[in-house]
């Protein structure tokens, strides 16, 4: 019965605990420590998904491309977001909570904005690897806000 017991809390902790990558869904997952989460509406309402710091999408899975309003930072956390898939395209650094990206446009086309727009994804800290590896294209020096 230990062993049952056992094995039963082993596998509710590694199906609860997989990263947001493996889950694939839109839903309301419990915020990450230090991360983002992404939401369909403004206002940081409706279904959402998270992904922690380190964690990145070079596409997006099926249902997520171009389905994001609005964006909410935990911990220092940034967010790098881009037009097209494989971090390819104009790109926008994230520092802060975006409540509505309709508000934020593209400086490539100034009458069309950043709302359902982005194709991939990464969540990172300030100069780390990551940023580093990936220089502003499309706001050189303009980070929101």
Known sequence: MRFRSTLFAALFLSITALPALAQHEWGRPRPPQTGAC???DPNFMGEY???RRGENWSSMPPGFNDRITSIRL??????RVFNDPDFRGVNKRIRHDVNDLRRLRLP???SRTWNDRI???AVYRE?????????DRGYPGRDHP
Do not use: M
Not at 74 to 79: H, S
């Open 38 to 40: 992404f939401y369909k």
């Open 49 to 51: 998904f998270c992904l």
């Open 74 to 79: 935990f911990r220092g956390a940034q967010v």
């Open 108 to 110: 490539t086309d100034p």
């Open 119 to 121: 194709s991939s994804i």
């Open 127 to 135: 100069n780390d690897e990551w940023d580093r590896g990936h220089p």
